[in-house]
């Protein structure tokens, strides 16, 4: 009698269990989202370009975070678990910097920055978006890591820089303040702060964060229009 063969069993990549209380914060950051995309509806002529600046960051980071809702839901399986990974990684290292470019607009025309930067946005922006896609496919955990960390930091600090030195705005400055408070709690599914998993407090901060930037940049714009 011949020995039969016995072959290991293909390897498959296991499904999450559900984290509603992960999909209902993502809930609240995408209503956030969405909240901050009504404010945009209209700008003056010259600063459009800032305006669709900070739709197009907005809507990266709405994108993640409503494949965010369906992921830890349970619906999709891995396929949604790497969509949603994947424009996160986006939104992080192209969103948010879009966020922060788009405060240029308040600067006054005849700011250094603001004529060394304008004439380059377009390149700047697909610049940012091709860098995002690169590191998310090819970087290292380290790279990927400062990447975003260091992108994060130039984002919230230059909205931080315009809200407190070049004009004023409380909404400006707290909502930096918060995301990068957010930022230095985490974002791991599993570990707690005072009982609440970080990836929520993240997802919590972000959503008062990104309303309070858009409320900023808003009424700055108005304020440039009248």
């Known amino acids: 009698m011949g020995k039969k063969q016995l072959r290991p069993p293909k390897a498959k990549r296991l499904l999450e269990e559900p984290l509603l209380s992960v999909s209902l914060s993502d809930a609240v950051l995408t209503a956030a989202i969405a909240a901050s995309l009504c404010m945009f509806n209209t700008a003056p002529p010259h600063l459009e370009g800032y305006s669709k600046t900070i739709l197009a960051g907005l809507t990266m980071i709405g994108l993640a975070s409503t494949l965010g809702i369906f992921r830890f839901a349970g619906f999709g399986g891995n396929i949604v678990r790497f969509l949603h990974e994947t424009m996160s990684s986006l939104a992080g290292r192209a969103g948010v910097p879009f966020l922060g470019i788009s405060f240029l607009a308040v600067l006054p025309p005849s700011s250094p920055l603001a004529e060394l930067l304008a004439p380059y946005l377009f390149s700047i922006l697909v610049s940012l978006v091709a860098g995002a896609i690169l590191v998310t496919i090819y970087g290292s955990p380290l ?77 700055l714009l108005l304020k440039n229009k009248a």
Not at 166 to 177: F, L, Q
């Open 143 to 219: 790279v990927s890591e400062v990447h975003l960390t260091v992108l994060g930091i130039l984002s919230m600090g230059f909205i931080a820089y315009v809200c407190g030195v070049v004009t004023w705005s409380t909404s400006g400055i707290w909502g930096a303040v918060i995301f990068l408070g957010v930022g230095l709690i985490g974002a791991h599914k599993h570990k707690r702060v005072l009982g609440i998993r970080q990836v929520n407090l993240l997802h919590y901060g972000l959503a008062a964060s990104m309303l309070l930037i858009s409320t900023a940049l808003r009424e």
